[in-house]
């Protein structure tokens, strides 16, 4: 089989013969003019003073809406712990180390390490928190007749009416 062979036969694998004369052609050139845009050098280093102005003006925009969206979010905090009962708030500063009284005020009144303190020490309660419900559950009836009817975690108290 002679050089003359394979050349009829390259590039027609999807011809459907799949025969023994299939052969790969070596790319050797890549090159195309349409890469001619991309691979021309780069004749000023820098922007523009427009582009600059351009850039700064995005720059300064940017800003503005995260300062935006931060302020958005810290109102949303703020409406949360609003809503939040006021015992709580105070039993977390408590919890927390800082005075119960802030609890009492608004969200703005706790400075950024505060609100870190409260946040580590309700992580740390809510780690507690269902065991202590467990062993609150059940229990007896006490002297005035009020019924302590728990069924919660397969412990049932004992229940009398008088």
């Known amino acids: 089989m002679g050089a003359r062979d394979l050349d009829g036969d390259i590039g027609d694998y999807d011809s459907g013969d799949h025969d023994h004369t299939e052969v790969v052609r070596r790319v050797s050139n890549v090159w195309h003019p349409s890469f001619m845009a991309a691979s021309a ?10 582009g600059r102005a351009l850039a700064k003006e995005a720059l300064a925009a940017a800003k503005r809406l995260e300062a935006r969206e931060l302020a958005d979010a810290e109102a949303v905090r703020a409406a949360y712990w609003n809503r939040m009962p006021q015992r709580m708030r105070q039993m977390v500063c408590h919890m927390a180390g800082i005075d119960a009284k802030k609890g009492k005020g608004p969200l703005l009144a706790l400075d950024a390490a505060e609100r870190a303190r409260v946040h580590a020490e ?17 229990g007896k009836v006490n002297d005035h007749g009020e019924v302590a009817a728990h069924c919660f975690d397969g412990i049932t108290a004992k229940t009398t009416l008088q």
Do not use: K, S, Y
């Not at 050098?41 to 427009?50: F, N, Y």
């Not at 309700?122 to 059940?138: A, E, N, V, W």
């Open 41 to 50: 050098p780069v004749t000023t280093c820098g922007p523009t003073p427009a």
């Open 122 to 138: 309700i992580g740390h309660m809510l780690r507690f928190l269902p065991d202590l419900q467990r062993c609150c559950t059940g």
